[in-house]
């Protein structure tokens, strides 16, 4: 009799604590969800947050290989010409910079590259002198960049055959020519994926943006 009440008694507090513990078990992994979902925001914010700092380690070490390529294509001419050669070509160069889109600036970068037609600045010469035409001539300048100075380079680390093929692209395109323009943005995403324009943002953002 008396095993018989008290296995009632356990019977009946098994019974009558089971949805407690249920609801413990169901409290634990609603906090623990909970928890796991802040986390998740955490990380992600950080993830946020780090992903700047990371792309401009990213620009600064691209900033610095390419300033590296330009020294070396500059030190090419040191090798083939006096430095008053270097100077005068500089000084013809530069009234393009401070005379843009203007004739004598136009004037002095044609008796530059006439002059000095083998020169890393004659290549940055050729390009500005394509930029400021127009039609026919503009896209004959931007193949002549592509031609004959692909490897001639800016200090900001602008390649000037690879920015030429970017410009005629667009021109390209903008008439209607897709697929000699898709092969020209091919030869960069293939050939150049770190060329930047000046302000040293990768082409290959601008070719993506241009797509959509």
């Not at 070396?72 to 070509?89: C, G, I, V, Y």
């Not at 009234?95 to 940055?124: F, H």
């Not at 209607?176 to 293939?190: F, P």
Request: aromatic content about 6%.
């Amino acid at each position: 009799m008396r095993k018989t009440i008290l296995a009632g008694i356990l019977i009946s507090a098994l019974t009558t604590s089971a949805p407690l513990f249920a609801q413990t078990n169901a409290n634990d992994l609603a906090a623990l969800t909970q928890r796991v979902a802040q986390l998740e925001k955490q990380v992600q914010e950080m993830s946020q947050l780090l992903e700047p700092m990371k792309a401009q380690q990213a620009a600064d070490s691209r900033r610095k290989a390419l300033r590296v390529k330009f020294e070396k294509r500059m030190s090419q001419d040191q090798e083939k010409h006096s430095q008053e050669q270097l100077r005068d070509a500089e000084t013809l160069y530069q009234v393009a910079n401070q005379k843009w889109g203007s004739p004598e600036a136009a004037d002095s970068l044609q008796a530059m590259i006439k002059k000095y037609p083998d020169l890393n600045r004659t290549g940055c010469a050729v390009l500005y002198v394509a930029q400021m035409s127009q039609g026919d001539e503009r896209a004959k300048n931007l193949q002549a960049c592509i031609e004959k100075y692909n490897d001639c380079m800016y200090g900001d680390g602008v390649q000037v055959g690879v920015y030429a093929r970017f410009l005629l692209a667009q021109d390209l395109r903008s008439k209607g020519d897709t697929k000699k323009a898709d092969e020209l943005s091919n030869e960069i995403k293939t050939q150049y994926a770190d060329a930047v324009d000046h302000s040293g943002s990768l082409l290959l953002d601008h070719l993506k943006s241009d797509s959509k």
